[in-house]
């Protein structure tokens, strides 16, 4: 079993940076995949980016690429969002999940461990 516990979401105006955090428990993440997924009001989870533990390759939605970074600290069983240029349309709940091996990165049903979400908002 793996516990998540995402943190760092707050309110912050358009243009600032905000870093995620996502605690992990009961498992080591060094042999993870792990991503980042976020759900806005009245809009369908969506994928936000993926980090492979084989090879720590990234992928991220073409929403947020060149703007946020996932990295992971094996030492502290953490993974973290680094979100820059902030933006409204980023205001959501954010989750980390967690698998062995997630083969479709961006497919939720690919995840079986998830965070119970930390909230951002980005106001214009």
């Known amino acids: 079993q793996v516990q998540l516990a995402e943190s760092g979401g707050g309110l912050v105006q358009a243009g600032d940076s905000l870093r995620l955090s996502c605690a992990a428990s009961g498992r080591t993440l060094s042999t993870y995949d792990m991503a980042w997924f976020r759900q806005a009001p009245g809009k369908e989870r969506e994928f936000v980016a993926h980090d492979s533990w084989i090879g720590h390759r990234t992928y991220y939605a073409d929403s947020v690429k060149g703007r946020f970074t996932v990295s992971r600290d094996n030492a502290k069983n953490t993974v973290y969002l680094q979100m820059n240029s902030l933006k409204p349309e980023d205001t959501a709940v954010y989750y980390c999940?967690?698998?062995?091996?997630?083969?479709?990165?961006?497919?939720?049903?690919?995840?079986?461990?998830w965070g119970q979400g930390t909230q951002v908002t980005v106001s214009s």
């Open positions: 999940a967690a698998d062995r091996r997630a083969q479709r990165m961006t497919v939720q049903d690919e995840y079986l461990y």
